[in-house]
């Protein structure tokens, strides 16, 4: 998944993170999500949420399981203000929300 | 009404294109459960480091819903959206090669949203399971 997401700024501190993020519409992925329509792709946010986790944690995260993940808001790449990922962490529970501006845009509840 | 598709008529159901089509046919639909297939390819956009990453299951089960509802929308298929995920599990990530087979069936419908249970398996190995809920865009 390549191109699809350039972090401007990350803060970790404990058990927790917040990463500014900015979708990338240069991104192949949007060829074919939709062809005329770009879209980001809700698995594409799973994934970058992952890759975030992965690098707050200093491990690769393995996702075993989602509990719960909300999509809230449809998010356009280029349009869209720059991304807030805040992510938190213990044990084997991982939760994560985006925002879009002040809109709630991802609710994510996941085992690691 | 239960029919096949090949590589090129599954683009008669779904809207997503290269590089993120994630099914490479529908081996069966009717309107309440979808079979599908995906050859684990390191091409795939969810391809990383020998393995389809958890990501490309969830967007595999997401796709193979849309190609059910696609079923039922003549012409062009329409834009579809994942409203949420419950219960998403993944035993192992699949690997290159590996051949994904997954079952959706329909648990309920109202308008544009459909909820629905799937399961993915390789060989007979359960590798994935999931509840969602898939919008389309009218």
Redesign the interface.
Known sequence: ?HGYFRIISENIQGQQAVFHIELLPSC??Y?????G?P?A????N??MV?QCASIALQREV??????????MK?LRPGTSEPLTLQLSWQDDTLSAAVMSGTDMAIQLKMNI | MNRQYTHEQIEQLIPQRAPIKMIDSVVSVDNLIVQTALSVQDTNWFFSDGHLLEAGLVEHIAQSAAAMMGLKNEGAPKVGYIGDIKNFTVSRLPRLGELIRSRVTVIAQLESVTMVEAESKIDNELVATARMKVFLAE
């Open positions: 998944m192949p992925v060829a074919g999500h939709f062809p329509n879209i792709p809700g698995a594409c799973i994934e992952r393995r996702i075993a399981g989602i509990r719960l993940c909300k999509f449809l």
